[in-house]
């Protein structure tokens, strides 16, 4: 069964500080796309990045940089020099062809950064 | 384009009432997600519309609910006789093709309290 696993609940972190976000994911086909959310308090979901099963090549976007190993099925990712306007919820997520169309979520890591 | 619209935001109901939400998405969107969040999770996938038919449906959907897109534009989702279990976060999407590949838009939500 798909599944996707964040064992961070909650984060705290002073300004500046560099975070990871950790995400890892259970699925038995080998296309499969993952995806990090951002949810501020305002509720809607924030798309940062998507990655499919055959694209290992880490990227990097400004302070967000994302780590994706197929060996240890995670995809984890780090914030660079935080800042209080990263404080939210996250949340990654998985969509294969067992999924169907649906986007499986993990439960999200809240991420408080103090000035 | 204004992104995908979500009324009302905020909804409070007594047990045993009828409620309906309306998502609009963006409009040259012809996919079309209901998601459910409850407070500590992570979204979960309620149903999914193609145009206007529903292809889709969790095992989460009972039968106390039910989602509508006529015409392929707008979606409402209702929920008969409310219980306090349905008090979540209901979310909806959308995408211009297969999500996964294209991406899903998610709008702000309507939070629903059952009291």
């Known amino acids: 069964a798909q599944k996707v696993t964040q064992a961070q609940t909650e984060i705290s972190v002073v300004e500046k500080e560099d975070v990871t976000l950790d995400c890892v994911y259970e699925t038995r086909d080998t296309t499969y796309y993952l995806f990090w959310y951002k949810q501020p308090p305002s509720g809607e979901l924030v798309f940062l990045i998507r990655r499919n099963s055959f694209d290992e090549q880490n990227e990097i976007s400004g302070r967000y940089s994302w780590n994706f190993q197929k060996s240890t099925s995670s995809f984890n990712f780090t914030i660079t020099a935080s800042q209080v306007v990263d404080s939210a919820v996250y949340f990654c997520?998985?969509?294969?062809?067992?999924?169907?169309?649906?986007?499986?979520f993990g439960k999200g890591t809240t991420l408080s950064v103090s000035s | 384009d204004t992104g995908v619209s979500q009324n009302p935001r905020h909804k409070i109901t007594k047990r045993g009432q009828n409620v309906t939400f309306r998502c609009d998405p963006i409009?040259?969107?012809?996919?079309l997600y209901w998601y459910r969040q409850t407070l500590g999770q992570g979204p979960e996938f309620l149903t999914y519309f193609q145009n206007e038919a529903q292809l889709e449906k969790s095992r989460l959907l009972s039968d106390r609910f039910s989602a509508e897109r006529p015409k392929g534009s707008f979606s409402t989702l209702e929920i008969q006789r409310t219980e306090q279990g349905d008090s979540a976060m209901y979310l909806c999407?959308?995408?211009?093709?297969?999500?996964?590949?294209?991406?899903?838009?998610f709008g702000s939500g309507t939070r629903l309290t059952v009291v």
């Open positions: 999407a959308s995408s211009s093709g297969q999500g996964a590949y294209y991406g899903y838009t």
């Open positions: 997520a998985l969509s294969d062809n067992q999924a169907g169309t649906a986007l499986i």
């Open positions: 409009s040259e969107h012809n996919r």
